[in-house]
């Protein structure tokens, strides 16, 4: 099928590319012009694993075009994925002027029978509104034009891999035909086995935030029993083991630390709040979510001011800028909500990250970077990890004991082995467990 993707974030990228893959013929569009030539060139503009390879072989066949006319994307089109950002206003709601001007674009350019399908994460209703606006810019087409939700689960750092061996695929439709052509869109998938969900609109678009939504919430809940553990002394990933065997509850994202970050839990969250408020339903679960997330960074610097006392003329070393692990992403990344704090109370903060120290640098100017964890942590009175990065698996740790000032560690992921550390001579505060003095 011809297919149209606009917008080449996270989302669009990899969607562009996998439908590619997939043997559709796709022009990836974004009004982003120095984007759209770096990726002329076959350049991903961010770290995601395996998406330059990708890019080649579907660039190299010819599957995949990348064009900043999205008159040339939309013309031909038998399906136009939107998956331009939906970034948060002041007030916490998704700001949907991009999806509206997308919908704009597909009204003034299709040439025929064409399905718009929604990928980018928007409240509840927004297909009406889409469909409205195609109603409004081209009033004598409508009959043309199908709505669809098709929300995108994948994962940064696994996107291709989720998108192309995906849980399940979601597919909300308002008409027959249009489940046609998104069940023709997913046939290489679904024929290797991936489950097809047929929903209506809004039950597609509602689950996105819930399952998002649910996600946050058993990190908050693995949170906040960290701090129970903390006063208690249970030790918090084995009580995440013991839940996690319980397969009514599983072990995945049960694992305490800092919290989430990344450009979809916090945003998705609070839009989905808004969403809940603006039906009339006070949904304060959500909330408690939240706050707790915000108090995962808290406690962690508490931790670290309780231990060093002071930290004016301190120096605090971050392993792991990045939100998560395998991404150069600091969108919202816990590691740098807890930079600004330490260096508000007058610590001087280093930090070092495989992939994200460019990003990192370009969010807090005022944060220094290493070019190595050995020379980050060179006088360091405390080292925090931040991001679980493997490769921090395998630091050498008498090294890095000998290069700091106070053999002391925070480990704001759970990544080390206590009784390695203790061998080490580190004063080791893990999260959620008892701590190594
Ligand atoms: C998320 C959803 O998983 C994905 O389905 C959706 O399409 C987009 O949002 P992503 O933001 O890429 O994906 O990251 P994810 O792997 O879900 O992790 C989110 C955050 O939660 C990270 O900051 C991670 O460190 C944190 N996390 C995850 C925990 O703190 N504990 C856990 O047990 C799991």
Redesign the pocket.
Known sequence: MKVAVIGTGHVGLITSATMAYLGHDVIGNDLDEEKIVTLQRGQAPFFEPGLTELLEETLGSGKLRFSFDSQEAIRDADVVFICVGTPPKASGEANLIAVESAAKDVARYASGRVVVVEKS?VPAGTSARVRRTLERERPDFIDKFSVVSNP??????SGIR?SLEPDRILVGAESPEAFEVMRAIYAPLVEKGAKLVETNIETAELSKHA??AF??M??SY?NALARMCERSGGDVDSVAEVMGSDERIGR??????????????PK?LQAFERLASRLGYDFGLLKEVERINDEAVDATADKIIDVLWNLDGKRVTLLGLS??PD?DDVRFA?ALALGRKLQAEGATVVGYDPQAMANAKSEMPELEVASDPYTAAAGSHCLVLC?EWAEFKTLDLDRLKQAMAYPLVVDGRNMFEPEEMEKRGFSYYPTGRSPIV
């Open positions: 994460t995108e689960f994948l994962r940064e750092g989720d399952c998002n996600l946050a058993k990190i693995m995945s994202f049960l694992n305490a630390g800092l919290g989430y970050g990344g450009y979809c839990f998705d939100f998560k991404t816990p991001t």
